[in-house]
């Protein structure tokens, strides 16, 4: 089983961008879909972007659409979140997540995730 570090976070102001990283350990990475999801303080966890293990689908929540780009590069068993245009509404911890699991024709959820990382502040200034 992969294990998940994320970096990257930090204080931005609007409408600045970063772009979050996730490196897994094991040299099974590429048999994993992988996906971000945030927490914003007093909120429940949600999705925000994944892959698919069929390849090929990157899935975006609609309120990031057109402003965060998912990225993997399995030679480096590295998965990156670019967020560009960031708003006050951004802001939560962001985690990286890893799943064996097929899901046909939508993104893995919380419930599919098997791996997590722990976690990567980002606070968005208005």
């Known amino acids: 089983q992969v294990q998940l570090v994320e970096s990257g976070g930090g204080l931005v102001q609007a409408g600045g961008s970063l772009r979050l990283s996730c490196a897994a350990s094991?040299?099974?990475?590429?048999?994993?879909?992988m996906g971000w999801f945030r927490q914003a303080p007093g909120k429940e966890r949600e999705f925000v972007a994944t892959?698919?293990?069929?390849?090929?689908?990157?899935y975006y929540a609609d309120s990031v659409k057109g402003r965060f780009a998912f990225s993997r590069d399995n030679a480096k068993n590295t998965v990156y979140l670019q967020m560009n245009s960031l708003k006050p509404e951004d802001t939560a911890v962001y985690y990286c997540?890893?799943?064996?699991?097929?899901?046909?024709?939508?993104?893995?959820?919380?419930?599919?995730?098997?791996?997590w990382g722990q976690g990567t502040l980002v606070t968005v200034s208005s």
């Open positions: 997540a890893a799943t064996r699991v097929y899901v046909i024709g939508s993104h893995f959820g919380q419930r599919e995730a098997e791996v």
């Open positions: 094991g040299r099974t990475f590429s048999s994993y879909a």
């Open positions: 892959d698919s293990r069929s390849g090929g689908t990157t």
